[in-house]
Structure formats: structure tokens, C-alpha cells
Antibody, heavy 117, light 108 residues
Framework: QVQLVQSGAEVKKPGASVKVSCKTS????????IHWVRQAPGQGLEWMGW????????NYAQKFQGRVTMTRDTSMSTAYMELSRLRSDDTAVYYC??????????WGQGTLVTVSS | SYELTQPPSVSVSPGQTARITCSGD??????TYWYQQKPGQAPVLVIY???EKPSGIPERFSGSSSGTTVTLTISGVQAEDEADYYC???????????FGGGTKLTVL
């Protein structure tokens, strides 16, 4: 079955960077875009962007341009999201999601990133 | 910038019908998707392309669209349906994905 398994929780200091991984299985990795969505505590869902696993091409939400980098490793069927210059308001659960025929048809379990001095 | 607007909360009694709306100027031109999210869990797709239902989603969930408003309807609400619901669409001008602010469904 399709699975997206994310890396574990992270605690970072302001100004640092964090890299979250999303390991996929159960389908052809290069066949579907991977999106990243975050959710601050008690808040709604916020789309961050996507990576095309075939070409490596990306599309980032304007809010994150210049701070986010989405990459992939096709040999590992894994996508990555790196966010730099972290601030306290970047504290959130970060999700990866597969863009299937019905859009986000499968999600990772989420990775809590806490930014605190 | 383009936004999707949802009511913050909807409350219904068990067995009643819950309707959750999502409004946006571009909705007549873009498909809408609905996600259910329970506390501590990842979102789950319940409706796609306005009215389609993924396999495994109960029959009581349905979607409809009229003009700039789309509606998620849950007929015969059950206690297990208590959750946050988010609509999602696209902003073709910026090639961005948009989420509504979310609606908390409370089953009284």
C-alpha cells in the first residue's frame, strides 16, 4: 500500500535550518509530485510548495521563496524539505503529501519542528 | 490575494445533516477538495473534484457546487465525524494551492 513516512521531531534554535525527509513506498516515486504542507499549533493548513520527483523541478509558495528548498533522491524514493533562517513562528507540524489523481490522496504522519531559543 | 472562506464552526446533533461551506471567487473555474482532520492525525481526503468520493469514505459524505460556493454535506452525522474540515483549491494565477481556514464540526 502507498505509504509516506517522515523523519522524526526536531528542535532548532532561531536562525538555524531544518531538513525533513519523506520516504515513500508502495508506488512509483517518479509518477507523482510531492507537496509540503505545514500546520502551526491550533492553526489551519498552509501549503508550502511541491517537488517534481522526475525532474527535480519545484514550485514554492511566495511566502517561503528564498527560505525553502525541496529536493528528492530517486534512488531512495525520498523527498526532502529544508527550511532555513528559522523563526519561532515556523514552529509547526510539517506534512508531505502525494499529489495523486484525486490530489492529496496520501499524507505522511507529520513532523513536529519546534523553534525555540 | 485570493482566499477560501469557511465558517469557523458548525454544530449538529447526531443523525442530523451538517453542511460546511467554502467560498471563493475562482471556485467556478477550479475543482475543490475536502479533507477531514482529527486531533493529532494527518488530514484525510473525503471529497475530490467537487463531488467525487475516494474509496473507503462513507456514503454519508457528499460534495456539491454552486457558483462561488462549494458545500460538504454529511448526512446522518455520527460522533466519529467530529473533526476539522478543510477545503482546498488552486489559484491558477500563481500556480499555488490554497486551503480554507478550516471548520470545526462539533457533534452535540
Amino acid at each position: 500500500q502507498v505509504q509516506l513516512v517522515q523523519s522524526g521531531a526536531e528542535v532548532k534554535k532561531p536562525g538555524a535550518s531544518v531538513k525533513v525527509s519523506c520516504k515513500t513506498s508502495g508506488y512509483t516515486f517518479t509518477g507523482y509530485y510531492i507537496h509540503w504542507v505545514r500546520q502551526a499549533p491550533g492553526q489551519g493548513l498552509e501549503w508550502m510548495g511541491w517537488v517534481n520527483p522526475t525532474s527535480g523541478g519545484t514550485n514554492y509558495a511566495q511566502k517561503f521563496q528564498g527560505r525553502v528548498t525541496m529536493t528528492r533522491d530517486t534512488s531512495m524514493s525520498t523527498a526532502y524539505m529544508e527550511l532555513s533562517r528559522l523563526r519561532s513562528d515556523d514552529t509547526a507540524v510539517y506534512y508531505c503529501a502525494r499529489e495523486g489523481p484525486s490530489l492529496f490522496d496520501c499524507w505522511g504522519q507529520g513532523t513536529l519542528v519546534t523553534v525555540s531559543s | 490575494s485570493y482566499e477560501l472562506t469557511q465558517p469557523p464552526s458548525v454544530s449538529v446533533s447526531p443523525g442530523q445533516t451538517a453542511r460546511i461551506t467554502c467560498s471563493g471567487d475562482a471556485l467556478p473555474k477550479q475543482y475543490t477538495y475536502w479533507y477531514q482532520q482529527k486531533p493529532g492525525q494527518a488530514p484525510v481526503l473525503v471529497i475530490y473534484k467537487d463531488t467525487e468520493k475516494p474509496s473507503g469514505i462513507p456514503e454519508r459524505f457528499s460534495g456539491s457546487s454552486s457558483g462561488t460556493t462549494v458545500t460538504l454535506t454529511i448526512s446522518g452525522v455520527q460522533a466519529e465525524d467530529e473533526a476539522d474540515y478543510y477545503c482546498q483549491s488552486a489559484d491558477s494565477s500563481t500556480t499555488s494551492v490554497l486551503f480554507g481556514g478550516g471548520t470545526k464540526l462539533t457533534v452535540l
